[in-house]
């Protein structure tokens, strides 16, 4: 059953310099045990859509669906899981909290929500800096206490944006292969956008993205 | 270029918080200037009344062998003189009548003369009461002593043995008559302080034609009123005038000040009006400028990731500074530009007058002082904290959004609680005992003021600020206390921990919001509390003055017709009627005033209290003396000069109501009275009417103190008694809305209430300020962890949670903070400004509608920012998501 469905999404933002056509017309789909990646130069559009069928943000024109998991508003904390382009964790929390928070989020039990994190973070090598706040860590670290906090909730949909943008090739590849496992491991769907071509290799499926426009073949 | 460019951004894109950074300058700026309206309305306001209150402003006596017709030549010759008379005073061995076949005496007392249109030159002064105001005329106590009425024929002793008979045309009230008897040229304190008891008016040919031997000559002056509008000023140009008159006239003639003494006693009211300003201003102006502090800090990451991104791109740190100097100037003179229109317009609404001064170079000086404070308030907030980190910022360094907790340098170093032991040490040193915050010697031109003692105050305030900022911090440092706080007051759920611990890992910004907070409602509850505790006084000072609502009286020993008190009680309006026995006594040889009250009733109708008493509670006073009617409350001098044990004997010498003699009464020392309605505010005596009434012939009641109904006012009040007890009846009526007018010193003439409305004003925009616009700011600029938060899947009531957890902390601190320091130092402001009031509050006023109000608004604000935070945060911007 398709997990995600897109039609003819489009995405225009009006700014100070006018209107900039970020995604058009893209039409794709996302089933159960999909690993899809997808590929494209920088500003062709990637993140938008990726923010799209995250539910994060609305199209212009055009529609997106979830059919396994029901209307966005209603999804429990951490289904659809995004692991971010940037920084993302929340400043003012540990490693330990910010891992635990999209399972204390769906109102889980509180101790077990650390211990969930806890764990969370030992599967990616993290475990000797739970304790510490974002701002101590390195780049990569945050990167990747990030993807444990998207895997911490047993995502059905995840979608990683250039997860491996900050960090080297040895970290990139273990960061990729976490989320593989973590998509083999959840039977969900995964996304990661990327314009290194070594990690799209690693994906069974790869679409192209291209001055906002979308093509679901390599 | 770099400074413009970085302008322009701002403009565009951080338009909130450079409008928010100069709207604080404004404030700070607006809030001084505008006091400085209110000094400069005040003291003209006090020159003005100090100058209305003299009915004769200098009387200039010739000394023997000065011809008085060259002083008054002199005098008329002079541009600023608008009115100069002639008036004599000879002295009198005594006085004598004969009425109903017995003869009433008198000691020695003063004859005047003075000419026929004296009265319509120095209006006011002799005020008729019965019969003719000119021709001969008894003042009302010599009618009373001498049972004298219009018509009468007083046979007037003259020094040499020689007596002259003169018929009574009418018996008058003279005005200021301390001064209308002063001796010229004594030194203050070696003459009499009463005026004499025993006086006789009459045209100056009369006073001539009777040979009193000595005559004392004197003029009478008007000046013209173009005095300088400083009470100080005034006062130095009134006295220099009077001694270039006596160096003129080469000592031929010394000058009775009469209106530089008004304007000196002015002086120092003017001097507590500035001292007001001080202490109820600055702490105003402080937390205008802490409020740009914290709006300008509130973008301090953002600031510091922008400064370090021009950096990272070949910036060099002097560049970086001229960013700051470009943007500190906009907001400096946008901001102090905005603040001096605005007190203007809150001058013209406030005190009618946009003046900054009483002077132009005052006026300048006074808006460039608080235009150059606008000036240090966007230095401190902006330039200062930019120019630090365009120094010492790198990328690295920017990035950090929350750093492991370390205690500001002040409460590392215990300045807080410095600060309170220092407040406390010199509020103690300066506040035991008798002492003065400001001293005006008399005749002396300079003032002394004791400012060391406006430092405790100001101490306590900062030291309650600082140590609220130590308390918030210390209690967002308790996890587990904290976390319980969160799931209970906040929702927070099972997200008690990670909103506690964010909250917590933010003590430092929370607690300075709500320290911020704290101090701005500790200002406005302090501000409400002392103005509300002014208004009661001059309430009380009026009741004092007037008596009651509305006062029926006659002259001491002239008593009202018996059959009055039982009208006045049926004339529309009236509550309630109060009889009061005003009669002077003999204490040794002092003459005081002697109030003869019903012990039963007086303490409800005259409204006393148990401050105006020693020795026990008003009502038990009065319970002792209706149970022991031979009871005496005396003043507190009394009781040393005599050496008074409760219980012992006091002979007091009272006029019996009959034959007119002085009849030895004994009482009993009960108890130290310090005021009573229209009491002098030297000694008095307070006595059980009844006692005294059966001791000297019967009751004497010459005074009605008179309740309001329910919806009457006491001018309507005053009206319908006056026509019950009529034109006739030789009795006045007073009112204590024309009591509130004209009561003591010109300070309390200052309608403070100007004041009061301006600083609630501003107590209230920066209340609003410091609980909205701060939170809200701070909300805004960490809108990118509420959009992290969100996607990851917060529902409305989560994000609310953290919104609300942070809002309830800044709140429940600043509101505690507020209302005790708020109390603990409107109390020491009443103490330290005892000067200022007449009598000393018994206790502190809260203005509960008004503390409600800053309270609620303080509530809505907080609400309505952490509704917009929530509101902006539940649907982010996609310039948010893309920062992620």
Known sequence: MNIVVAKGLSRVFTGDGGEVVALREATCSLASGDKVALLGRSGSGKSTLLHLLAGLDQPTAGDVSWPALGAAMAWPAGVVATVFQGASLVPTLTAVENVSLPLLLREDDEDGAEASAVAALAALGLDAIGGHLPDELSGGQSQRVAIARALAGGPRLLLADEPTGQLDAVAGASVVDALLRAADASGGALLVTTHDERVAARFPTRWTMEDGGLRCSA | MLGLTWLGGLARRRRGRLVGVAAGVALAVGLLASLGSFVAVAKSDMTRHAGAGVLVDWQ??????????????????????????????????????????????????????????????????????????????????????????????????????????????????????????????????????????????????????????????????????????????????????????????????????????????????????????????????????????????????????????????????????????????????????????????????????????????????????????????????????ARREAQSVGVVAARAEVTRDRMPFVLRWGIDVWLLLAGGAVFWLTSRGKYALVLAPEGVPAISVSYWSLAGPLLLWAGIGLFGWRLVQWSLGRRAALVAVVRRFAGAGSLARPVASSLRRQRRTISTAGALLGLTLAFGFSTAAFNATYRQQVEVDAVLTNGADVTVSSPPGVAVDPALAGRVAAAPGVGHVEAVDHRFVYVGADLQDLYGVNPATVVAASRLQDSYVAGGSVRSLMATMARDPSSALVSAETVTDFRLQPGDTLRLRVRDGLTGALVEVPFHYAGVVKEFPTAPTDSFVV?????????????????????????????????????????GSGATVTDLDSARRVVGSSLTAVDLAGLTRLELSFALVLSAGAAGLVLLLGFAERRRTFSIIKALGARRAQLRSFLAAEALVVLAGGVVLGGVGGWVVASVLVKVLTGVFDPPPSRLAVPWGYVVGLGSLVVVTTVVATSLALSAALRPRPEALREL
């Open chain 2, 60 to 385: 200039v006596e010739a000394q023997p062998g000065t011809d008085a017709a060259a002083v008054l030549d002199a005098l008329k010759a002079d541009p600023s003189v608008q009115a100069a008379t002639p008036v004599a005073y000879a002295a009198t061995t005594g006085l004598q009548t004969t009425s109903g076949g017995t003869t009433q005496s008198t000691g020695p007392g003063v004859l005047v003369g003075m000419p026929a249109d004296y009265g319509q030159r120095f209006p006011g002064v002799v005020r008729p009461l019965a019969g003719s105001a000119s021709g001969v005329v008894l003042a009302q106590q010599t009618a009373a002593n001498l049972h004298a009425a219009p018509g009468d024929t007083v046979v007037v002793g003259l020094p040499g043995g020689g007596s002259a008979p003169l018929v009574v045309e009418g018996v008058v009230d003279i005005a200021q008559a301390d001064s209308f008897f002063q001796k010229v040229g004594a030194a203050p304190g070696s003459s009499p302080v009463a005026p004499p008891d025993n006086v006789v008016l009459m045209p100056s040919s009369t006073l001539a034609s009777l040979g009193a031997g000595p005559i004392t000559q004197q003029v009478h002056v008007r000046l013209g009123r173009d005095l300088p509008r400083d009470p100080a000023a005034a006062f130095v140009f009134v006295s220099g005038q009077a001694r270039n008159l006596e160096v003129r006239l080469a000592g031929g003639a010394l000058v009775g000040d009469n209106l530089g003494a008004a304007l000196g006693a002015a002086r120092q009211d003017s001097l507590y009006a500035q001292l007001l300003v001080v202490l109820l201003g600055l702490p105003g102006a402080a937390v205008a400028m802490l409020l740009t502090r914290a709006v300008a800090a509130s973008g301090a990451t953002r600031r510091r990731r922008e400064l370090a991104v021009l950096r990272a791109r070949g910036a060099t740190a002097s560049a970086l500074a001229s960013v700051a100097l470009t943007e500190s100037v906009v907001v400096a003179v946008g901001g102090g530009v905005l603040g001096l229109a605005a007190a203007w317009v809150a001058g013209r609404w406030a005190f009618g007058s946009g003046s900054f001064g009483t002077t132009t170079s005052s006026a300048v000086s006074w808006a460039g002082g608080a235009f150059l404070v606008g000036v240090l308030a966007t230095v401190l907030a902006v330039f200062v904290p």
């Open chain 2, 687 to 727: 006595v059980n009417s009844s006692y005294v009434a059966a001791a000297t012939g019967g009751p004497q009641p010459n005074q009605l103190l008179v309740s309001a109904a329910s919806g009457w006012s006491p001018s309507r009040v005053a009206a319908s008694v006056r026509s019950v007890v009529g034109a």
